[in-house]
């Protein structure tokens, strides 16, 4: 009951501002455009907009977040849709039937689909936060020192689920953040460390610039290399709502997806391509739909968009309950709820700023909404979107990135460690690095550190409070859990790597 009672607050925070509501119809918008042009993502519109949260109010600044976040994932189902051309990794399973139904003259018919299949998943995902994030903060109150250490290391564990294909090159970049976090004055004794005499790096580096480079900056030097922008003549036809067929045989597919990207994007370290490729191949198995999978089925559409936008609200639950960032979206939402002076964690749930979180949670609610009705009205515009030229977007995006770097805290150094980062970011990109595990390390090291020698200090440096404690012991079953089930994906790997290169071989000898 004190739930219900908390959001309908939080609803009511919401409009009782009405600049609450531009700031989430305008994220949701400003989302869009970005999901909709190729090679951009939502991680990258809200860092390149989480500076300037500083010069807002927190529940505006948040909320505008969250409407980047849910607008930039369903955005990327434009592209996908129009030119087979995924706007984001979460958008790959939609082209699969999302394009051969633009092929055969329904792409204004997929585009409603794809949008009322994110409308939905994305609330389903948001009522489960809501209802679920609040049970978790509670039981995680009773949190000490040792859990948050263990918490902290399972955290750090899923660096092997988003670095790439090489896991060592993950573990790398995790173990550069991790080097990075420790930069500046000790927690526990206040002594330099890594300053080389530097006054900028007393307070070490802050994490704002670093996200604003390795995935802003680095991304403007991907698109200089690639000096590409698409061309192709695309035309939606007459606006078309889904067939009642179409929908009746899609409903249970985009339940079922909403229910999947939550689970999935509950599990730190997934993502919303796993999310949106699992949900198809349920909807798969499923067969449902007048036309076969792969040619132009509504329901494959409907099953990945509802799906990697279910992702979106679960992946938020362990951030906001935990502080635990589960992949970069939610990293950089993490940074800007820092900006606002509020730490992610059981206490928020608690504290003077607890009427925040369910104003926030309404928004996210609200933004789904929004991203229907824009999604449904302005198609034609993304269409145009699409093609705008790189020699436009390049400056703009620059200059957004530099600005954004130094209006946090007015310093000229925060602009050359974004610069920095961004060209690090492009050397990590290019050689097969992912830049997640960096931040993921940047985050989650000083935690590990602080909490790991405050509870030494209180036990006395007994080692054995880390394996005692029922929530730590939890966490260590979950690590190992993680830590097979990656073995495990890896063994099925290299078998089929094996099996490759044997078939090659023999295509080989029979020439």
Request: charged residues 10%; glycine residues 12%.
């Amino acid at each position: 009951m004190d739930i219900l009672t908390n959001i309908l607050a939080g609803f009511g925070g919401v409009f009782s501002d009405p600049m609450i509501l531009v700031g989430i119809a305008g994220g949701v918008f400003g989302g869009m455009i970005v999901g909709a042009l190729p090679g951009l993502t939502a991680t990258m519109a809200m860092a390149l907009f989480l500076p300037f949260t500083f010069l807002m109010e927190p529940s505006l600044g948040i909320a505008t977040m969250m409407g980047i976040f849910a607008g930039g994932i369903a955005g990327g189902s434009i592209p996908a849709i129009l030119l087979n051309v995924p706007g984001t990794p979460a958008s790959a399973a939609t082209a699969l039937d999302g394009y051969p139904m633009t092929r055969n003259g329904r792409a204004s018919q997929s585009l409603t689909m794809a949008m009322i299949a994110s409308c939905i998943g994305g609330t389903i995902s948001g009522l489960l936060m809501v209802f679920l994030a609040p049970v978790i903060a509670k039981l995680a109150l009773n949190f000490q020192a040792p859990e948050f250490f263990v918490l902290a290391i399972y955290g750090l564990t899923i660096i092997s689920a988003v670095s790439g294909k090489s896991l060592l090159k993950g573990y790398a970049a995790g173990l550069i953040g991790l080097v990075i976090g420790i930069i500046g004055l000790d927690p526990i004794s206040g002594q330099l460390r890594l300053t080389y005499g530097s006054n900028e790096l007393y307070g070490g580096i802050s994490l704002i610039p670093v996200l604003i480079g390795v995935f802003g900056l680095s991304q403007v030097l991907v698109m200089l290399k690639e000096s590409t922008s698409l061309k192709e003549h695309v035309s939606i036809g007459k606006f078309q709502l889904p067939e009642k067929q179409d929908i009746k045989d899609s409903m249970p597919s985009i339940l079922r997806g909403g229910l999947v990207g939550s689970a999935i994007g509950a599990i730190p370290g997934t993502g919303t391509d796993i999310g949106a490729f699992l949900s198809y191949s349920l909807a798969k198995q499923s067969g449902r739909g007048r036309i076969p999978f792969g040619k132009g089925n509504p329901v494959g559409v409907a099953a990945s968009e509802s799906a990697n936008n279910g992702v979106v609200g679960g992946a938020m639950i362990p951030m906001f309950t935990l502080g635990i960032p589960g992949e970069a979206a939610t990293a950089v939402l993490l940074g800007g709820l820092l900006i606002q002076g509020l730490t992610p964690g059981p206490q928020l749930f608690q504290g003077p700023n607890a009427h925040l979180v369910y104003t926030v949670f309404a928004s996210f609610l609200i933004a789904n909404i929004v991203m229907l009705l824009i999604g449904l009205v302005a198609a034609r515009l993304f269409v145009n979107v699409v093609r705008i030229p790189n020699s436009y977007l390049i400056p703009l995006i620059t200059i957004l990135c530099l600005v954004g770097a130094y209006s946090i805290n007015n310093r000229l150094f925060d602009v050359f460690v974004a610069i920095f980062f961004g060209c690090f970011g492009y050397l990590m990109v290019t050689h097969g690095y992912s830049p997640s595990p960096l931040i993921l390390g940047m985050i989650l090291g000083p935690m590990a550190e602080t909490n790991f020698r405050r509870a030494m200090t209180i036990e006395n440096g007994n080692w054995t409070v880390f394996f005692t404690r029922p929530a730590s012991l939890i966490f260590w079953a979950l690590i190992a859990a993680s830590l097979f089930y990656l073995w495990r994906n890896q063994k099925k790997a290299q078998s089929v790597e094996t099996l490759e290169t044997q078939l090659t071989k023999k295509e080989v000898e029979n020439v």
